[in-house]
């Protein structure tokens, strides 16, 4: 009965793959083929901010059905060609109303001020600055345009930084939920919300500094962009907030005006005839850098908290992940590219399992071994596990506002059986074997004896963290444990600690990069990115694998087999089956 239902399931997937997925992609490649649609000749491109953007561009390519289809990295890369393309004559920005991450906006900054030193002017257009946790870092961005606008019904409320925590304690108390966790160390705040009803004193002190680097960080820049002077903005800013009117009169933007004024104000600046194009219009018919010269820099990404294994069934958009498996692969496929003299290794990731770090690690060891230098760019966050795959590479460069560090480690489990038994659930264990066996049930308590070998081994991996981070760093091991502990450090923070080695994005990596590997800097190099992105049929295939067979039995009764393309894209389908991929984790993520 199970293998019918599987069957017919199998059968409907294959239905809705082939009768409506593969034609609406079919008839997109053949529409895509059969014209090539040009750029206008005076282009001023539209950068909508408004959806939210992701670090890296995903390799699957459903990505768009779940989330942004932009990325940090390709509008630095589109900002680059847009600013030495003469049929690009300036760039409208659409702000978010809330935050974003504060070392997103760092480097959207530097590629606007990278595109106005071309001589081309961006104007950024503003619907409002919501009163949220880092909306201090859209403003940032905006600041950075050569004029900031805003509609005249919204508000400037960004006064300040902000950031929440949930604290679950009283709640787990007050329903018998017993959380039993082991920390290192007092840093390591995550542990916190599940133990805690109120911030401790090391969460409240570490959590405060980065905020006020974050505050501070954003503050200079807005000032030195708009010509002001630090003291002067943050009186300005604090005493908010304003009307549209008010944040003009207070020299904090330069018009209000609707959207539509300010695309006819880019649109004039931008010389006759000149028209709007969508920024991933742009990207999508330009594509990323590919570069020229015989040698070349690879660029491996990797976004989202790090997990062992393969990137199997990505679906239709979803979160991303750095898998221990890919991600290694994609190192190791550089090294063996004879044309690639240094790695730029992108990481945006606040941790995960140690066992997956290591793995990745092991591979950026690899490639320094092979004599390919490797030079980490960070985005968002390295924070954890993230600095963790990190600390060996031979310089890192973070951007002033990445969270970094958190060198520690925490784990345990929640006992529900009390909780669980207020309702007539009745929770039960059963185990052979050692007296570990079962040290993680929900059904009790860590006995004396399985707490202090759980305890031995969150030392042990604190103790590989620190040494790993000792060793790339070339600090001493007691160094690092008194900066460690768990503490989260901006990259501003960061540098004097020796953590980091210079502030900037991915263009510095780059440059970086090909310093190391003894490329002069005026020779040009091609780009390689690993891993690379999956065909649509790839994904078709990892999405839908277990119902292969069933899809080529409705292919074969559409006829569709007695064409050579539909027989190779099948041999395809054929060669991608799906592959497969606790308590112990490294990941620690404020959250804005």
């Known amino acids: 009965m199970k293998q019918f239902f599987l069957t017919v399931l199998g059968v409907f997937t294959g239905l809705i793959l082939f009768l409506v997925v593969i034609p609406v992609v079919l008839v997109t490649v053949a529409v895509a083929g059969s014209s090539k649609p040009t750029l206008p000749a005076a282009s001023v491109l539209e950068l909508d901010l408004r959806e939210g953007i992701s670090d890296q561009p995903s390799t699957n390519p459903f990505s768009a059905f779940g989330g942004s289809s932009l990325s940090v990295t390709e509008v630095v890369d589109g900002l680059a060609q847009a600013g030495a393309d003469p049929s690009v004559k300036a760039l409208l ?21 990278r595109f106005r030193a071309t001589d081309k002017p961006v104007i950024a257009h503003s619907q409002g600055f919501a009163p949220s ?22 508000g400037f409320q960004a006064t300040g930084f902000s950031a929440d925590s949930l604290f679950l304690g009283r709640a787990f108390q007050k329903y018998g939920v017993k959380p039993e966790f082991e920390q290192r160390y007092e840093y390591k705040n995550a542990v916190n919300e599940y133990t805690q009803s109120d911030y401790t004193g090391p969460h409240r002190e570490a959590m405060t500094a980065w905020m006020t680097a974050l505050y501070d960080n954003a503050l200079g820049y807005v000032a030195k962009d708009r010509k002001t002077t630090l003291e002067a903005l943050r009186t300005t800013i604090e005493a908010g ?3 549209a009117e008010q944040a003009l009169a207070n020299k904090l933007i330069d018009k209000v005006g609707q959207v539509e004024e300010a695309e006819a104000a880019v649109k004039t600046r931008a010389g006759k005839g000149a028209e709007i194009v969508e920024f991933d219009r742009y990207v999508s018919e330009k594509g990323a850098r590919t570069g020229s010269g015989r040698n070349a820099i690879a660029i491996v990404g990797g976004e989202g908290a790090i997990v062992t294994g393969r990137g199997g069934n990505g679906g239709f958009g979803g979160g991303s992940s750095i898998h221990s498996d890919d991600t290694a692969e994609a190192i190791y496929d550089a090294i063996a590219d004879k044309s690639v003299k240094a790695i730029v290794f992108r990481v945006s990731s606040p941790g995960g399992s140690p066992e997956a770090s290591e793995q990745i690690l092991a591979a950026v060891k690899a490639a320094r071994a092979a004599g390919k230098p490797v030079v980490v760019s960070m985005g968002a966050y390295a924070a954890s596990g993230g600095y963790w795959i990190s600390s060996q590479a031979d310089w890192i460069v973070a951007q002033p506002s990445t969270l970094t560090g958190s060198i ?9 059986a009390d909780a669980l038994g207020r309702f007539g659930v009745d929770m039960r264990e059963l185990s052979v074997g050692g007296q570990y066996a079962d040290a993680f ?15 031995g081994q969150m030392d042990r991996i604190y103790d590989d963290f620190v040494t790993r981070v000792s060793i790339g760093r070339k600090l001493p091991a007691e160094r690092v444990r008194e900066i460690a502990k768990g503490r989260v450090w901006t990259g501003s923070q960061a540098l004097p600690l020796g953590l980091v080695d210079q502030l ?10 090909k310093e190391l590997a003894k490329i002069p800097a005026n020779e040009s190099v091609r780009f390689r990115h690993f891993p690379k992105p999956k065909s649509t049929w790839e994904a078709i295939s990892e999405m839908f694998g277990v119902q292969t067979e069933a899809a080529k039995a409705l292919v074969m009764l559409g006829g569709v087999m007695a064409d050579p393309q539909a027989q190779t894209i099948m041999r395809r389908i054929d060669s991608d089956r799906m592959r497969s991929q606790g308590a112990v984790v490294l990941a620690d993520q404020p959250t804005f």
Not at 445 to 454: E, H
């Open 133 to 154: 946790g880092a909306v201090m870092s859209t403003y940032m961005v905006g600041a950075a345009a050569s004029e900031l606008w805003m509609q005249n019904t919204a």
């Open 504 to 513: 900037g994005g991915l263009t510095e990596a780059v440059a970086k990069a």
């Open 441 to 455: 049930s929900p059904t009790q308590s860590f006995t004396p004896a399985q707490r202090a070998a759980f305890a």
């Open 408 to 416: 520690g480690v925490f784990g345990g489990k929640f006992v529900l």
């Open 93 to 113: 920005i659409r702000l978010p109303e809330s935050g974003m991450t504060p070392a997103t906006a760092d480097e959207l900054r530097q590629a606007v001020l």
């Open 241 to 243: 907030p304003y009307t």
